[in-house]
């Protein structure tokens, strides 16, 4: 063999275990339903709210719009302040929430299976959990669950089915509020290398360097999503083992296209 031939050989197979181990870029995701763009895309400059996903959005302005006040009341037809209007801390925390169901382009990566207009299990930080519950405590809900714990109106206006309690009253710790407020939309997750939280800035977000980490080889997440029972919005079950399964059938593959062309050559 020469060496001219056999440099050639170990850079396709030097080439060949890069492109199936390496990490690619993830894809953002939309959910499935009319408050949803069918993918991720750039807004204009009348997108005030949300603005870290102006970029590569999954909701239009005229939603994004709707958190970009000083005092929101609700969304559409749905009301946050059926118990008085939220202190404003716990208002930016309540917005960082919708802002992620809405707007993000990775909330779709967690969609039910069956239903994709809805997400299960989004990992968020402990902390952001702990430090939502700290800042709405003291304000009024009459819900614990704000996905099913309402009456409708006729005209779809939600509306109180017990009387108003402080958060603190009703819900435990900032785990309680994390998984219960949204069904189970969201996991409490103390792996601070996995989890979303919601503080953003208009010049990054956070979030795409976890979504990375947990979707970023072959499109799979490296750790198995835990299997709970959302509103706000169970996620896909892909494990480790099933993503290293395919990279290594790739590679089997890949080998067999090396050898042939190795023979076809010497």
């Known amino acids: ?55 590569s959005s999954c909701c239009m302005s005229d939603f994004a719009n709707q958190v970009a006040v000083p005092v929101v009341k609700g969304i559409g037809n749905f009301s946050w302040t059926l118990c008085g209007n939220l202190s404003r801390q716990c208002q930016e925390y309540m917005v960082g929430v919708e802002c992620f169901y809405s707007c993000s382009p990775y909330v ?9 207009t809805g997400f299960e299990n989004a990992p968020v930080c402990s902390g952001y959990c702990n430090d939502w519950y700290e800042a709405c405590k003291d304000d009024f ?35 309680d509020l994390c998984e219960s407020m949204w069904g189970s939309s969201f996991k409490y997750t103390e792996d601070q290398d996995r989890c ?7 010049s990054h977000n956070p979030n ?9 080889h072959s499109g ?16 896909q079950s892909s494990t480790t083992d099933g993503s290293q399964s395919t990279r290594l059938s790739s590679l089997l ?7 042939s062309f190795l023979r076809f050559f010497f």
């Open 108 to 116: 779709g990566l967690w969609a039910k299976p069956k239903d994709k």
């Open 220 to 235: 799979s997440p490296t750790t198995t999503p835990a299997t709970q029972g959302s509103t706000l919005g169970s996620t």
């Open 1 to 55: 063999m020469s060496a001219v031939k056999f440099l050639t050989a170990l850079v396709l197979t030097v080439s060949l275990f890069h492109v199936v181990f390496s990490e690619h870029e993830v894809k953002g995701v939309c959910l499935g339903n009319e408050r949803h763009k069918a993918k991720p895309s750039p807004e204009d400059d009348s997108y005030k709210g949300c603005r870290v996903f102006k970029n």
């Open 253 to 259: 593959v890949g080998l067999v296209l090396v050898l």
């Open 141 to 175: 809900t009459c819900a614990k669950s704000w996905g099913s714990g309402f009456d409708y109106t006729s005209d779809g206006h939600n509306k109180c089915k017990r009387n108003c309690t402080t958060f603190k009253e009703t819900y435990i710790n900032g785990k």
């Open 196 to 202: 979303l939280h919601f503080r953003y800035n208009a």
């Open 208 to 216: 795409k360097d976890v979504v990375q980490k947990i979707f970023g």
